[in-house]
């Protein structure tokens, strides 16, 4: 057997008490850690992904009065999901896209039972590892140990795990109790969410484990290396989701009619002219959101259906 890439601590049982009741005493109220549908928690997952909190809390509660569970999305028409997605900007209109396409497969190809286990869930149009494994800790209590960026910093700060994604998930694994990924996923997040942050509070945040913190100990804060994502003012991210949000207030418009819509300083033939804008609707139609008809000479472009 392998050496272990981090130096577990000795009472590991003491360290596991510690972050759980530090987490059931006082935690950050989310709607969706308040339930155990795993529906509403894929939407929250999905919903979550490189977008703030805050944001998500108001549009989580929307969409699933909205949508109530699997079966109500799959019979809508994807390009109402993909409006409320960009409306809400919610990021990237793909994720509206899977999740659509996940609730039919929910409701076609599992008879509307929501697989349980991180590997059935990864079935699911557009769910990766890390989401399935939430969905199966916080839905079913069956997941394996979460590791995101939060979870990161606070195994690299209080264990001197090595920056390695294998080292990262083995630790993980090891220090989380046995049949406990629902609250133990919960708890190691919340205190990378709101005491081991990028500027830590450990002592105002009352850390749990500022006994057996390297980091706290030595006064090294550094953390792991994350990847920075591009700005998105300015970027082709951010007209693409104007693309969508405008065709969701029309059955279908031309370029030179859309083009205006989506930049002010739309020029036919400019710089950011009909064949900026033809490629933008055409990634978005290679992605499914949107489809492009030439008509009497025109491109007319509408949300899918």
């Known amino acids: ?23 059931e005493d006082d935690h950050r109220s989310f709607p969706w850690r308040e339930t155990t549908d795993p529906y509403e928690i894929l939407v929250s997952e999905v919903m979550s992904q490189q977008t703030q909190l805050d944001r998500v809390v108001d549009a989580f509660a929307e969409f699933v ?75 079913f209590n069956e997941g394996n140990a979460v590791v995101d960026t939060n979870v990161k910093r606070v195994l690299y700060r209080a264990f001197d795990v090595p920056d390695d994604d294998a080292a990262f998930e083995e630790a993980a694994e090891e220090m989380m109790p046995t049949g406990e990924s629902r609250v133990w996923n919960n708890a190691i997040m919340e205190l990378g969410g709101v005491a081991c942050t990028k500027t830590p509070s450990c002592d105002e945040a009352e850390c749990p484990w500022r006994t057996w913190c390297d980091a706290y100990a030595t006064g090294d804060f550094s953390a792991p290396d994350v990847p920075t994502q591009s700005p998105f003012e300015g970027s082709r991210r951010q ?48 992605d499914g959101l949107v489809a492009v008809e030439e008509r009497d000479n025109d491109t007319v472009v509408r949300l899918s259906r």
């Open 65 to 139: 009065e909205r949508w109530p569970d699997a079966a109500t999305l799959a019979a809508v028409d994807r390009a109402e999901v993909v409006s409320f997605w960009s409306d809400h900007s919610l990021g990237y209109n793909n994720r509206a896209r899977y999740l659509h396409e996940a609730a039919g497969q929910i409701t076609s190809e599992f008879d509307g039972e929501f697989p349980e286990t991180p590997d059935e869930l990864q079935e699911l149009q557009g769910v990766g590892p890390y989401t399935a494994n939430a969905v199966a800790s916080f839905a």
């Open 1 to 23: 057997m392998s050496e272990s890439a981090f130096s577990s601590p000795d009472d590991r049982a003491a360290v596991r008490r510690a972050l759980v009741e530090w987490y």
């Open 239 to 286: 007209f693409r989701g104007r693309v969508v949000r405008v065709l969701g207030e029309y059955d279908e418009l031309v370029l030179d009619d859309l083009g205006p819509r989506v930049r002010v300083d739309y020029t036919p033939d400019g710089e950011h002219g009909r064949e900026w804008l033809r490629g933008l609707v055409s990634d978005l139609d290679d």
